[in-house]
């Protein structure tokens, strides 16, 4: 693909972006004069038709979208500065001591998100924050364990080598060699993982257990449209082929991102 | 007598290893669910305690936390897992072990069929003469991968209930097509990642020097295939041992949705109730499993690959 092919595509994507946060501003549970169950017409509002209480299904779906995205991206961040500070800590540290935390990260890792979600709800009684710090635990210990085998394979480099034999500071290390080769390799994997972020933010509030009304998500909406799924399809089909559609992007756009990396490099 | 010593010092600490790994996940797994004001069952909206000073829950609740942590540790470890606080007259003993017979046996069944579509999938990906069908079949694979559980499962249960009723009313598991459904349900987003790893890994064998030499002495693409099968199954070898911890509790959804009496749909039931002890005895089953099939995989790669290296 070419470059302004690359460019165009980043475009899109930001105004797709852009335009869904503009339009959602519209209230998402406001009822509205339309009859429940309205089917989606191209000519008049409601375009994708309304729900039982006589909502909008239009900006209901932008902002379990945005809300979506909005978690699932500021716990992708997050995790990453994260495992980018412990894996580079980690590193300057004795063996038994980085063992020990990788160890303990890993069991944090295989505890069932669901019984973490709950218990962090209960404990905390705020739902957004919950569902961030499961999130957050759900990537970690893949992230870390990433960064750390990466940086392992960075000493057997030969610069690495060479400026260790030169005798440079444990600051020097980090902010010329690790940093910038933690990031460049592992920008696009991290990035890879965002659509199985959002893949469990969805299934977390579809159980009932992530985001919760007033608030709304894509996991929520589905099942709030599941009991109508047979009698009025729409309210089922459309955040479902929505859902499939970010994901497939998302999914493509990870696959991109390196080859636009190694372009930018180039 | 030197191998045998060698032997018992190998399983002294694969059993010391796993005895850590117990003790660790336990005391995380105990302190989170106690992370909620020092007991999950503080939730007023749990069930109400007519008489809470004769209830098993009260029991457990007026206990200081050391002694409860000590003893219900002790508890695991000897199978005195008592009673769910919802019904005190199937021991949970009996009543955990079916359940993780039937998810042990949905998870061996989805790695058999997602191991055998995704190589399927991959070979005509790769070797199929037309080219619009290997691109057809990439197309497939991306898509089938893009699919979650929280779609496809709602979706594929409707269209099944629709020409096929008797699935909602059967409260049978073993019901042929709700466990054959269940089964191609599962194993869609493995057999994407399997099918990527086999066709990535296959990309780079089209110039294997021994595939060459195979066919060059008159063997034919399967046979050729066949005697290569080891470094086919090499890329997903070391996955499985993440697949497998993944669909034990990975699941949860899909046994949700068809009425499936597995570990997970279990665990979802008691989070709800705030049922203690089945929430505690899942859980470390769940943590459990993953270091035995995590060992098992590696074991496996090991046996696929024996450069790999990894001993038991």
Request: charge should be positive.
């Amino acid at each position: 693909m070419k470059k302004k092919q690359y460019y165009l595509l980043l475009m899109i994507i930001s105004i797709f972006m852009t335009g869904t946060i503009y339009l959602s501003s519209r209230m998402p549970n406001h009822i509205q004069k339309y009859t429940p169950f309205q089917s989606p017409q191209i000519r008049k509002l409601p375009i994708l038709g309304s729900d039982a209480l006589g909502r909008d299904y239009m900006p209901r779906l932008q902002t379990a979208i945005v809300t979506s995205l909005k978690i699932s991206f500021f716990s992708l961040t997050c995790t990453f500065i994260l495992s980018l500070a412990l894996a580079i800590s980690v590193s300057h540290m004795p063996t038994v001591i980085s063992q020990s935390i990788l160890y303990l990260l890993r069991i944090l890792f295989i505890i069932p998100s669901i019984l973490l979600a709950s218990s962090l709800l209960q404990s905390t009684k705020l739902r957004h924050l919950t569902m961030i710090i499961t999130l957050i635990l759900a990537l970690l210990y893949p992230l870390v364990h990433m960064m750390h085998a990466l940086l392992e394979s960075q000493k057997k480099e030969s610069y690495w080598l060479v400026s260790k034999s030169l005798g440079g500071s444990h600051w020097l290390f980090t902010k010329k060699h690790q940093f910038p080769y933690l990031l460049w390799h592992s920008i696009p994997i991290a990035f890879s993982r965002f659509p199985r972020l959002l893949v469990l933010e969805s299934t977390l509030s579809f159980l009932g257990i992530g985001i919760q009304e007033p608030s709304i998500s894509l996991g929520l909406l589905l099942q709030q449209s599941l009991p109508y799924a047979q009698s009025h399809s729409y309210l089922f089909y459309i955040p479902a082929f929505s859902f499939i559609s970010l994901l497939f992007l998302l999914q493509w756009l990870g696959l991109y991102i390196p080859a636009l990396m190694k372009q930018v490099t180039e | 007598m030197q191998r045998i010593t060698h032997q018992i010092v190998r399983i002294g600490s694969i059993f010391l290893q796993f005895f850590i790994y117990l003790v660790v996940s336990y005391s995380v797994i105990f302190f989170i669910m106690h992370a909620a004001d020092g007991s999950p069952l503080n939730n007023e909206n749990t069930m109400p305690l007519t008489h809470a000073h004769d209830s098993s829950i009260a029991r457990i609740i007026e206990k200081p936390l050391p002694i409860l942590y000590i003893n219900t540790f002790k508890n695991f470890i000897f199978f005195n897992w008592g009673t769910s606080f919802f019904n005190s007259i199937d021991s949970l003993v009996y009543y955990i072990p079916q359940a993780l017979s039937i998810t042990l046996l949905f998870t061996v069944v989805t790695v058999i069929v997602s191991v055998l579509l995704s190589l399927f999938l991959a070979l005509i990906a790769i070797f199929h003469p037309k080219k619009w069908l290997r691109s057809l079949i990439i197309l497939f694979i991306i898509f089938i991968g893009s699919l979650p559980h929280v779609i496809i499962a709602p979706i594929l249960f409707i269209l099944i209930s629709r020409y096929m009723p008797s699935i909602i009313l059967t409260s049978s598991w073993f019901y042929p097509p709700k466990f054959f459904t269940t089964i191609i349900l599962i194993s869609l987003p493995y057999t994407a990642l399997f099918a990527k790893l086999i066709y990535i890994d296959l990309k780079e064998a089209t110039q294997w020097f021994h595939l060459k030499q195979l066919l060059a002495m008159g063997f034919s693409l399967s046979q050729s295939l066949w005697c290569l099968r080891n470094r086919l199954l090499s890329p997903i070898s070391r996955y499985i041992g993440i697949a497998i911890p993944q669909l034990l509790s990975g699941f949860i959804l899909v046994e949700d949705i068809f009425r499936i009496p597995a570990l997970g749909s279990i665990s979802i039931e008691a989070i709800n109730r705030r049922d203690y002890p089945i929430i505690l005895i899942t859980s470390m089953i769940f943590s459990l499993s993953i270091w035995i099939f995590t060992r098992l995989a590696l074991f496996l790669q090991q046996k696929i690959d024996p450069r790999v290296g990894v001993s038991l």
